[in-house]
């Protein structure tokens, strides 16, 4: 696929790794369709927007949400006319221990805080692909691609439980996902990316941050351009599918 024909609609892109794919895919050309719970964020975007090569439309949206998710696809397929692509890349943490010693008992993570992130993060991914992909497949869109954004702490992290199940629940969906939409020319593909410099990091204790980056073979955060990087590789190869790309800094060598 060329960059500069596509049509995407990039959820979480009112800030973060959201936001810098929707800038970086005007600027090559391409039309995109921002999705976020954010209104003012996503305003923000469409005025930093404004001047770029491609077109930019927002709409607020909870991508956990079955029937705010319907109407935002809809809407995007609607003001472009079409769409051949998709980056899930709305996300939130709700970092805690299952269980940990509190007061002389036993404080334990409440379901609420287990269950919302799976909701955003998981049934999210889910929920958009689903609509995008049959809206393809009626309209008879091809080549399209859909990019999920897992992370690192797929492979588990302590204090993230539920992120971790919901983002190597993202990457095993994605395999399965892209064998179920290779015969309608889809493409289902994931990234998954390291410590990057992004406004929830830059909010840590520098102590936090700086034991996080030792862990880093290449002792630095990550960019969001180089995560885009990765972005621009997956729609340009037509042969990627249904793979993962780890962009860390070699933390997982």
Not at 132 to 143: F, N
Not at 160 to 166: G, L
Not at 175 to 197: C, D, H, M, N, S
């Amino acid at each position: 696929m060329k960059i500069n024909d596509c049509k995407f609609i990039v959820t979480g892109a009112a800030s973060g790794l959201g936001r810098e794919f929707s800038l970086s895919l005007c600027r090559a050309g391409a039309s995109v369709v921002a999705v976020d719970i954010d209104q003012p964020g996503l305003d923000t975007l469409a005025i930093d927007a404004k001047n770029l090569v491609g077109e930019l439309y927002v709409h607020r949206a909870n991508v956990s949400r079955e029937d705010e998710v319907v109407r935002a696809v809809e809407k995007a397929f609607s003001v472009c006319g079409s769409i051949n692509g998709l980056i899930n890349s709305a996300g939130i943490y709700r970092d805690g221990l299952l269980i940990r010693p509190y007061q002389g008992g036993v404080l334990k993570m409440p379901l609420a805080q287990w269950k919302t992130v799976l909701d955003v993060d998981l049934t999210g991914t889910f929920l958009m692909i689903r609509e995008v992909a049959t809206q393809m497949i009626e309209r008879k869109i091809k080549p399209g691609v859909l990019i999920n954004i897992s992370s690192i702490s797929r492979h588990g992290n302590v204090g993230q439980a539920n992120y971790s199940a919901a983002k190597s629940g993202v990457v095993v969906d994605t395999k399965v996902w892209a064998q179920e939409l290779a015969p309608y020319g889809i493409r289902v593909t994931a990234i998954a990316p390291g410590f990057i410099q992004t406004p929830i990091l830059q909010a840590m204790h520098p102590d936090i941050l700086e034991e996080w980056i030792s862990k880093v073979p290449l002792k630095r955060l990550g960019e969001p351009h180089e995560i885009f990087a990765g972005v621009r590789f997956i729609i340009e190869c037509d042969y990627f599918n249904g793979r993962c790309l780890d962009i860390d800094g070699g933390l997982n060598m």
